[in-house]
């Protein structure tokens, strides 16, 4: 078992910045591939970006290519979304989480393990 509590979520103004962490326990995460999803108002919960188990592979959702750098450090059993040139359609509950594999995956059910989500609100 793997708990997940996310961190770091807030309120920005457009163009800020916020990191998130995603610290776990029970297990460590470098038997897992990471990720992070969020949920804006009224949809579906979708993949932002997620990293493979020992960081060298990652994926990036097309709208956030370039603003967000996901990253992990195995040896903390935390893993982060650095998120910059924030804008009001960022605006969800971010969630993370773990995917009890080495490669990436892109689908919501293909994941083990969730965090109960942070919000990031973005003001424009």
């Known amino acids: 078992q793997v708990q997940l509590v996310e961190s770091g979520g807030g309120l920005v103004q457009a163009g800020g910045s916020l990191r998130l962490s995603c610290s776990a326990s029970g297990s460590t995460i470098s038997r897992y591939s990471m990720a992070w999803f969020r949920r804006a108002p009224g949809k579906e919960r979708d993949i932002v970006a997620a990293?493979?188990?020992?960081?060298?592979?990652?994926y990036y959702e097309d709208s956030v290519k370039g603003r967000f750098t996901i990253s992990r450090d195995n040896a903390k059993n935390t893993a982060y979304l650095q998120m910059n040139s924030l804008k009001p359609e960022d605006t969800a509950v971010y969630y993370c989480a773990a995917y009890r594999g080495l490669r990436i995956v892109t689908l919501r059910n293909q994941y083990d393990y969730w965090g109960q989500g942070t919000q990031v609100t973005v003001s424009s």
């Open positions: 990293i493979s188990w020992n960081g060298g592979n990652t």
